[in-house]
């Protein structure tokens, strides 16, 4: 898989592909300032001089810090749903294997979703922290166009997770109830509980805490109806055999050898 730019469309195919190339070249230094130093490391000056080149180079293809943080941030949610997809087709696997029930397999994908976020924060902390870098700032950094940008890419893990919850009510396994903001509510309570993580790794807080991820989601789980032995077997499961471990990095997206030139998505913030 290649990472696809958000471009309006308005460049021939040969533009566009040498356009794309140049911006991954940018977006890959980009990547290794913000993991060396954080976003506060990531300057456009910076990001010139490492590349050595001009300031006004870089400008032609990103205008703005916030613009580079941006592609950032949507390289990383990308990734996520391409770990996402790897985790479902694990999943897929084991359950043809083991002969899974329909209620166990419904289960098993929920979970599979929750560790890979979580495998992936604890793998990648420096990637992860590109993504929830601004989310406990109350101050409006990003534009609202970037921000829309950021969750037109994270919506789709989202409305994955929403339809596995959905495909659960609809199997009896989980009590009926809004699939989206129980999607929401354990992508939250997820982000809250690996934040926990780095803490008491500090010693700040009461004990080991490793497991509070699964606990967090567990507990969502049984409030929405889920049977606890049924939950604890295949949460188990799917931990131990690793089906949920990230297998790719984010730089994968970049560093592919797929030449060939992608569709350009329309810029649909701009749209009138």
Do not use: C
């Not at 990001?47 to 613009?67: D, F, H, I, N, T």
């Not at 990003?142 to 929403?162: K, P, W, Y």
């Not at 889920?226 to 055999?241: H, N």
């Amino acid at each position: 898989m290649i990472y696809i730019f958000p471009d309006s469309g308005e460049f021939s195919p040969t533009v566009a592909q040498n356009r794309a190339r140049k911006m991954r070249e940018i977006l890959s230094v980009a990547l290794d300032l913000a993991v060396e130093g954080g976003l506060d490391n990531l300057t456009l000056h910076g990001l010139a001089e490492r590349m050595g080149r001009s300031v006004a180079a870089v400008y032609r293809y990103y205008p703005s810090k916030e613009a580079v943080v941006r592609e950032l941030q949507r390289l990383v949610a990308t990734h996520i749903g391409v770990l996402n997809a790897d985790t479902a087709d694990r999943i897929d696997g084991w359950a043809r294997e083991e002969s899974l029930s329909e209620q166990d397999f419904t289960l098993a994908r929920i979970i599979g979703a929750a560790q890979t976020y979580e495998l992936f924060a604890v793998a990648s902390p420096a990637e992860f922290g590109l993504v929830t870098h601004y989310l406990g700032n109350p101050a409006n950094v990003l534009s609202e166009q970037d921000v829309r940008m950021v969750f037109d890419v994270t919506r789709g893990s989202l409305q994955r997770l929403a339809d596995l919850i959905a495909d659960a009510e609809a199997k009896g396994v989980l009590d009926k109830g809004d699939a989206r903001e129980r999607a929401l509510m354990i992508w939250g309570a997820l982000q809250g509980a690996i934040q926990l993580l780095k803490v008491t790794r500090r010693g700040a807080a009461w004990g080991e805490a490793g497991g509070l991820p699964d606990a967090t989601v567990h507990t969502l789980l049984l409030g929405w109806g889920a049977d606890g032995a049924r939950l604890g077997m295949i949460a188990g499961k799917v931990r131990t055999m690793q089906l949920a471990a990230p297998q790719r990095q984010v730089r994968d997206l970049l560093n592919s050898n797929d030449d060939q030139t992608p569709k350009q998505a329309p810029d649909k913030t701009n749209a009138s």
